[in-house]
């Protein structure tokens, strides 16, 4: 069994800062691409950012400038580093990753349970 926990969520004031971890557990053989999502109130599920696993990081417009995604093979951790946090980044992010278990096993898209951030005043 996989298990994605996701920490470091918060209320923070706009223009704040927050740094979200997400550390993978269990049988764990590899791990591909990690990633962040966040889902606002009413609205669709977003890739935030992602990660391979050489470090190559991707973002969304939006958080361009603002967010860093990095990660720790050793300790199976990925990152957001979250700064000149807008009201609009209010959301809960989830953790993602594609997990293979042993060297024969195709692997799984894993998902966390999520942490709330929130930028208000």
């Known amino acids: 069994q996989v298990q994605l926990v996701e920490s470091g969520g918060g209320l923070v004031q706009p223009g704040g800062s927050l740094r979200l971890s997400c550390v993978a557990s269990g049988r764990i053989f590899s791990i591909n691409d990690m990633g962040w999502y966040r889902q606002a109130p009413g609205k669709q599920r977003e890739l935030v950012a992602s990660?391979?696993?050489?470090?190559?990081?991707n973002y969304t417009d939006s958080v361009k400038g603002r967010f860093t995604i990095s990660r720790d093979n050793a300790k199976n951790t990925v990152y957001l580093q979250m700064n000149s946090l807008k009201p609009e980044d209010t959301a809960v992010y989830y953790c993602?990753?594609?997990?293979?278990?042993?060297?024969?096993?195709?692997?799984?898209?894993?998902w966390g349970k999520g942490t709330l951030v929130t930028v208000s005043s």
């Open positions: 993602n990753s594609w997990i293979r278990s042993s060297l024969g096993d195709y692997g799984m898209n894993y």
């Open positions: 990660i391979t696993r050489a470090g190559g990081p």
